[in-house]
């Protein structure tokens, strides 16, 4: 079973970094001692740290001055606090204003006063999904679309990634560097990398068409960037700029898998594919859920590759909620049905995650995991 | 010893803060405006200006300039945060929307001569309920510009009417190829309405109807013109790129000396003078339709942030009345953005009844302005959105009259449902 802890954690960047795991965990035992003011722990002598020494330190430290019952039981609430603060303030509060700014009459007469805005129930909602208007209908075919692109996105950067990370586990000379280097995309702003895109996929001028025209696989310019081709644009630029993440994810999975078992099933007689099939992926399949829910979290919530490529206003095609609804909120100061819209996005999410989420928990219970 | 230092550092703090506060005492805004002119003669234009008004009133202003495409975005923001610029440009037909926000401080006209000493186009943009928020600072028009040596090794002279323009446009592509008579902005415009509105009022049709209760624009002119925008592309007459252009683009394909003929406006003028000095060009009213000639008239007004403390706003009218003032709006019109002025005073300087300037100054004569409502964005925004889309089915193959229909239509019901509101 493989769990994640802190512990792990250390142990992967460590093995990622190309560190001696061992030097530094030492090195971050003495720490702990310093700074605690105390000697090295005599039952502890390889200097190995494992979760309950670093908790027991730690709660040591926290609560020096308090009795030893209480600082156990408020150790762990004092260690979650700045997080959980964080959490509160960008995320938590802003989202339930939110959810009031849904409720209330906020448009471009009320917005410099806009705490005084009048509450209107559930008028944005009606309005946003009215059959009198088509911004309903733009919301659902948004949703669709960016269904389809995260579809195809995840899929691409999960098996790109996956093939990276099997090669990058391989013992090869100036191994840590390509691990470096194949984080570039990743690490590249946003609005750098798809302007650059935009750029390579211009019709007139973007090297696509003319390397396409120069090999023959085209005999006319094909326009890319309206119409019913814009969204695989934007897939080939968001696979591109999202697979070294799931690359990097993926190989710190398989750096946790055991040699032993390896060397087992070749003794066995299992072929590589085999072993891959039976050791690498069952051992893979904790992280990949992980990573397939948050790829799917920031897919669909995805902005940037949108707006940088293809404008503000993404065209039928290509339209994804949060362009959507950014225009109706910020751009025709629509904030009520734009909240609205936020709300019911917010919600379909939810349910994909639970689904997500419970889907798994029954197929592991009938596995008996 | 350590005492000593803490004394010393303390000082120091202390002086530190009282010069930082007498320095702050001086007013200072900041001033939003578009590259009206290009930026390498527009920043060092206004600095200078700044530095001028300065020394004359003790106040700062600090210029920076901002970009059509995400102008609406940041003034939006400036206007609702209230942080941000003071002072700052805006489109005419923006100057509604942004005053009905309650965010723009209202202007006292009488102190430049009242609204008569306007373009009157330009001065109802400014106003909302009676009240004025804005001063009308430049004017612009779009007109034909086209290549004088391209259209004499073809043959031709500038087209009068819309049809003509397609005669000519084929005349020129069978000397220089497919694509190569006019340039278009498609999809990636922001402006893209304002081409298609041209065509549009010159064959007798408009937005919205007299009373500015509902839209019209679906009808036979309406869509006529929007099959006409787009034949310049199905008939080779445009790239097919165009369609993906922005204005820019499209601008840059003719100054380039790619292409034959764009509307474009004056402020291209420096565009060509600063990339392309030796293009030879001439510029022609626009083509007539069944109704006449039908032309844009646009602009900027010069509008002051409401939400800033007193000072601060008394320091930018003093900056607007600077600006205004006719050796500065001349000089800024005529030398460097090549706008036209919304100043009648101003545009009466012998210099516009000239070359090139006779021909903006007579589009402007019979130019149509976007009715001064505060819905005026969103149906933009609207008429935009469905424009695109009927440039995407065209790409894909699916284009037909009912297509163009089918999507003005729906413009149509959703515009008519916000004016209802």
Known sequence: ?369 | MSKVWVRVVLTVLLVLTVASLAMAKQTQITFWAMNNAPSEVNIPWMEEMAREFEAETGIKVIFEEIGWDNAWQKITTAITTGEGAQVFQVGTTWTPFFAATGGLAEMNVKDYGGSKAFMEANYISTTLNGKCYGIPWIAETRALFYNTEMFEAAGVTPPQTWEELITVGHKITNVYGEGTAIAVAGTNAWDLIHNWAIMLWSRGGDMLNADNTEAIFNQTPGVQGMEYYVSLVKEGLAAKACAEYNQPQADSAFINGDVAMVFMGPWNISGIENDNPTLPYAIAEPPMGPNGRASFSGGSNLVVRSNAPKAEIDAAIKWVEFLMRKENLVDYTKNLSHMLPAKLDAFEDPYYNQGVWKVFKDTLSYATAYPPLVEWGTIEGIIDTNFKNILGEYINGDYDTAVVKKYMDSAVTEINHLLEK
């Not at chain 1, 039976?278 to 799917?296: A, F, G, S």
Request: glycine share 8%; net charge positive.
């Open chain 1, 1 to 369: 079973m493989v769990k994640i802890c802190p512990m792990s954690i250390i142990r992967y960047s460590c093995r990622f970094a190309g560190l001696n795991y061992r030097k530094v965990n030492r090195a971050l035992v003495r720490s702990i001692c310093l700074w605690n003011g105390c000697h090295r722990d005599e039952n502890n002598r390889g200097g190995e740290l494992n979760v309950n020494t670093v908790r027991e330190k730690l709660s040591h430290m926290v609560m020096k001055r308090g009795s030893k019952k209480m600082s156990k039981r408020f150790t762990p609430y004092m260690l979650i606090l700045p997080a959980v603060l964080g959490m509160l303030f960008v995320h938590f509060i802003p989202m339930l204003w939110g959810f009031i700014i849904s409720f209330m009459d906020l448009n471009i007469y009320t917005v410099m006063d806009w705490i005084k805005a009048p509450f209107i129930g559930l008028s944005n909602y009606v309005e946003g999904f009215s059959s009198v208007t088509t911004l309903g209908q733009r919301f659902f075919r948004s949703i669709f679309n960016v269904a389809y692109y995260s579809a195809f996105t995840i899929t691409l950067g999960y098996f790109i990634g996956l093939g990276a990370a099997l090669l990058l586990n391989k013992k090869f000379v100036g191994r840590t560097l390509v691990r470096g280097l194949i984080l570039l995309p990743y690490i590249t702003p946003d609005s750098v990398a798809y302007n650059l895109w935009r750029f390579i996929f211009q019709a007139r001028i973007g090297i696509l068409n003319k390397v396409l025209l120069d090999v023959g696989l085209i005999s006319d310019q094909v326009i890319w960037l309206v119409g019913n081709k814009t969204i695989y644009a934007v897939i080939v630029a968001s696979v591109w700029k999202g697979w070294p993440f799931t690359a990097l994810i993926l190989l710190a999975g398989l750096q946790s898998i055991d040699p032993e078992l390896y060397q087992a099933a070749k003794i066995d007689g299992a072929n590589a594919w085999q072993r891959f099939k039976y050791i690498t992926l069952p051992h893979l399949r904790p992280v990949t859920r992980t990573l397939i829910v948050l790829n799917i979290l920031w897919n669909f919530n995805a902005y940037n590759q949108f707006a940088v490529m293809l404008g503000t206003d993404p065209g039928k095609y290509a339209e994804v909620p949060s362009t959507l609804i950014m225009r109706q909120a910020f751009h025709h100061l629509e904030y009520g049905i734009g909240a609205a819209l936020s709300i019911v996005l917010m919600l379909i999410m939810l349910l994909i995650t639970i689904g997500y989420f419970y889907y798994f928990r029954i197929r592991a219970e009938r596995k008996g995991e």
